[in-house]
């Protein structure tokens, strides 16, 4: 059964601290592995690693891909009170790409 | 260009009632999808229609019905709410063109939150 298992559920942080987020993947047929930030709604996209890429980076924050151990995760540095939401990944299935596996979700709050 | 819309931002419904979720996008996509969001369950997905004409089922579809109506719009319905179905809705739509990531970026709407009492 295709499953992704974010770690861990919550976590409670001051401004300043790094914090790294987990994403664990059983999927058959692994293309890629996206990554979204929500906030107080809709989610927005960060991020996406593929097959043929291991590492991005966007200002603060930065995600690696583990191929072999089936992992990804998200870096967040300095984080700031802004940095406050869920962050979710999510991986499609199938050779359409139509559908999608989200996993729950890792609550990120950060104390001024 | 409002990307993705979702009408009603909230709704209470008692139990037995009727409604139906509305979402349009104007981004000439061809993929729309409807997820229920709760609490520790992350997204799951109801429904999705890769394109214009076609629906299939997600991993939690019983208890509601979709319609692609159009390019546009792809609508969500409750014919006969349950408790259970109290959770936060959202539709997303996806294109199919472009880069790698274009391809496979998912643009959520804001949103429907739904009690049903």
């Known amino acids: 059964e295709d499953k992704v298992v974010q770690s861990p559920l919550s976590l409670v942080v001051h401004e300043g601290d790094t914090v790294t987020l987990n994403c664990s993947y059983e999927?058959?047929?692994?293309?890629?592995l996206l990554w979204y930030k929500q906030e107080k709604k809709a989610p927005t996209f960060l991020f996406m690693l593929?097959?043929?890429?291991i590492e991005k980076k966007s200002g603060r924050l930065s995600s690696i891909l583990d191929k072999k151990e089936l992992f990804s995760i998200l870096n967040i540095t300095a984080t700031q009170t802004g940095d406050s939401a869920i962050y979710l990944c999510a991986v499609p299935l199938g050779s359409g790409t139509y559908k999608y596996i989200f996993g729950t979700g890792t609550r990120l709050k950060v104390l001024a | 260009n409002a990307g993705v819309t979702q009408t009603p931002k909230f709704q209470v419904l008692k139990t037995g009632q009727s409604m139906t979720l509305q979402c349009a996008q104007d981004m000439n996509h061809n993929s729309m999808y409807w997820y229920r969001q709760d609490p520790g369950m992350g997204l799951r997905l109801i429904y999705y229609s890769a394109s214009e004409g076609t629906t299939d089922k997600g991993e939690v579809p019983n208890g509601y019905n979709v319609s692609r109506l159009n390019k546009r719009e792809f609508s969500l319905r409750l014919e006969s709410a349950a408790p259970s179905q109290t959770s936060v809705y959202f539709c997303?739509?996806?294109?199919?063109?472009?880069?790698?990531?274009?391809?496979?970026?998912?643009?959520f709407g804001p949103g429907t939150r739904l009690t049903v009492l």
């Open positions: 593929t097959s043929s890429g």
């Open positions: 999927v058959t047929n692994f293309r890629s």
């Open positions: 997303a739509s996806r294109g199919t063109s472009g880069g790698v990531t274009s391809y496979n970026e998912q643009f």
